[in-house]
T-cell receptor
Framework: GQQLNQSPQSMFIQEGEDVSMNCTSSSIFNTWLWYKQDPGEGPVLLIALYKAGELTSNGRLTAQFGITRKDSFLNISASIPSDVGIYFC?????????????FGGGTRVLVKP | NAGVTQTPKFQVLKTGQSMTLQCAQDMNHNSMYWYRQDPGMGLRLIYYSASEGTTDKGEVPNGYNVSRLNKREFSLRLESAAPSQTSVYFCASQGQGAGGNYGYTFGSGTRLTVV
């Protein structure tokens, strides 16, 4: 089946730093989504991308839908402590069978000690 | 608040026991999904229901059954729990939000341990 490779698996941030993570796929998607999960909670949608090449921002977050439709990246600018959590990319390929999402393995964002 | 409600939040089962995880959404969404989350593996789709009255297998359906009771409710059943089913289970629903957003709304999860 489809697989999403998300990197890095984890990263340490210092307040004020910019961070970046990305996802690549062996297959194309029609939609790319980025989610954030806080401890003990379900993932929450951050950004949705619907067109190849699309660049979308949501506050300090910026994400792009790769031109090949097989990749996406998420940037967080000027990170703050509450950015800590797990970030997931997800690809969606709509079909008559439904709009299932395939998730990457997640990027765990931690604060530098 | 509107959203996806899962019960129970925590559960410990003995191997071989059965249980049903409940999920309900009040957003009038057509599609509902069950995922499991294991460390380092992201979320994997167990079963989904594209609309009321239909259910389909996802990536990891073995050992599970589902019921789409009505438009609001989608339950996941473990007939004979195994330690490999220890995981965090998330229910999600999907609809079209503001600006054409097709993202999922997730519940807060059920943490299941099978001993």
């Amino acid at each position: 089946g489809q697989q999403l490779n998300q990197s890095p698996q984890s990263m340490f941030i210092q307040e004020g730093e910019d961070v970046s993570m990305n996802c690549t796929s062996s297959s194309i998607f029609n939609t790319w989504l980025w989610y954030k999960q806080d401890p003990g909670e379900g993932p929450v949608l951050l950004i949705a991308l619907y067109k190849a090449g699309e660049l979308t921002s949501n506050g300090r977050l910026t994400a792009q839908f790769g031109i090949t439709r097989k990749d996406s990246f998420l940037n967080i600018s000027a990170s703050i402590p509450s950015d800590v959590g797990i970030y997931f990319c997800a690809g969606q390929l709509s079909s008559a069978a439904g709009n299932k999402l395939t998730f990457g393995g997640g990027t765990r964002v931690l604060v530098k000690p | 608040n509107a959203g996806v409600t899962q019960t129970p939040k925590f559960q410990v089962l003995k191997t071989g026991q059965s249980m049903t995880l409940q999920c309900a959404q009040d957003m009038n969404h057509n599609s509902m999904y069950w995922y499991r989350q294991d460390p380092g593996m992201g979320l994997r789709l167990i079963y989904y229901s594209a609309s009321e009255g239909t259910t389909d297998k996802g990536e990891v359906p073995n050992g599970y059954n589902v019921s789409r009771l009505n438009k609001r409710e989608f339950s996941l059943r473990l007939e004979s729990a195994a330690p490999s089913q220890t995981s965090v289970y998330f229910c999600a629903s999907q609809g079209q939000g503001a600006g054409g957003n097709y993202g999922y709304t997730f519940g807060s999860g059920t943490r299941l341990t099978v001993v």
